[in-house]
């Protein structure tokens, strides 16, 4: 089945299961031009219904693809097609499985430069068909950025992983988007942490139970204050089934 793009409340969300995965992934690899592939959780979904450069970059990306278990409920309660939740490791995992089988290029942007290197040592281990063409740290020195950009762009590779560091998250890829004549570029925060062995990625347990925030929460207790847009996001579906035809 090919993959299907709804929206609720205004905001774009691929249906794309883990079947259709492979498929969209070789065709945004024949695409010409590069490509963007973003995972989204309910708060995301929160800031793309305002008006910003974030926004903008995720309404425009080839492949939308929904974190959060209440964006499935949203749908449903909504009566529209409900989306299939992708665990974005398990997701990232399978695309570069896909990239290997292929003899594909990869390229990682993010991190500090210690767990760079490590993440790079252990996919290199892990994914031995997997061409990895470049690495660039991310917290770096705007001036920095040409340079960044330019090799990227000369290593031309198949994927590029941004990840933690990379301020402008999502919006790093599509701003510069003119400056790539192919590839497909995804953001992921904890990639390198996770591949460092530095950050445990989320017991797939706790992420099939929709619980993955409580350990944001404490990692970053500031988080608490999420319930705000989450709320707001509940009223906003009710008032829409009442009201208004999404």
């Known amino acids: 089945m090919a993959v299907q793009r709804i929206e609720l409340l205004g905001v774009p969300v691929d249906i794309c299961?883990?079947?259709?995965?492979?498929?969209?992934?070789l065709q945004l690899l024949e695409k010409k031009g590069p490509s963007q592939i973003s995972f989204i959780t309910i708060w995301d979904f929160m800031k793309i219904r305002r008006k910003n450069e974030y926004a903008e970059s995720i309404r425009n990306a080839d492949l939308i693809l929904p974190i959060s278990k209440s964006i499935l409920s949203g749908a449903k309660?909504?009566?529209?097609?409900?989306?299939?939740?992708?665990?974005?490791?398990?997701?990232?995992?399978?695309i570069l499985s896909i990239l290997e089988s292929r003899y594909k290029s990869f390229y990682i942007f993010g991190g500090r430069k210690k767990a760079?290197?490590?993440?790079?040592k252990n996919m290199r281990s892990t994914f031995r068909g997997l061409q990895i063409v470049g690495r660039c740290v991310?917290?770096?020195?705007?001036?920095?950025?040409?340079?960044?950009?330019?090799?990227?762009?000369?290593?031309s590779p198949s994927l590029v992983l941004v990840s933690e560091g990379i301020k402008k998250k999502d919006f790093w890829s599509y701003s510069n988007r003119e400056r790539f004549s192919s590839g497909i570029f995804m953001y992921y925060r904890d990639?390198?942490?996770?591949?460092?062995?530095?950050?445990?990625?989320v017991n797939p347990k706790t992420f099939e139970?929709?619980?993955e925030v409580w350990g944001e929460i404490i990692r970053n207790p500031l988080r608490i204050f999420?319930?705000?847009?989450f709320l707001w996001y509940i009223i906003l579906?009710?008032?829409?089934?009442?009201?208004?035809?999404?």
């Open 17 to 25: 299961s883990k079947q259709d995965l492979e498929e969209k992934i």
């Open 77 to 94: 309660f909504l009566k529209k097609t409900v989306p299939f939740r992708h665990n974005p490791f398990d997701a990232f995992i399978s």
């Open 116 to 120: 760079l290197a490590a993440a790079e």
């Open 138 to 155: 991310g917290y770096y020195q705007k001036q920095d950025e040409e340079n960044i950009i330019q090799a990227i762009s000369k290593a």
């Open 191 to 201: 990639a390198v942490g996770i591949l460092s062995k530095r950050i445990k990625r």
């Open 209 to 211: 139970k929709g619980h």
């Open 226 to 229: 999420l319930i705000f847009p």
């Open 237 to 246: 579906l009710v008032w829409t089934k009442l009201f208004k035809k999404d």
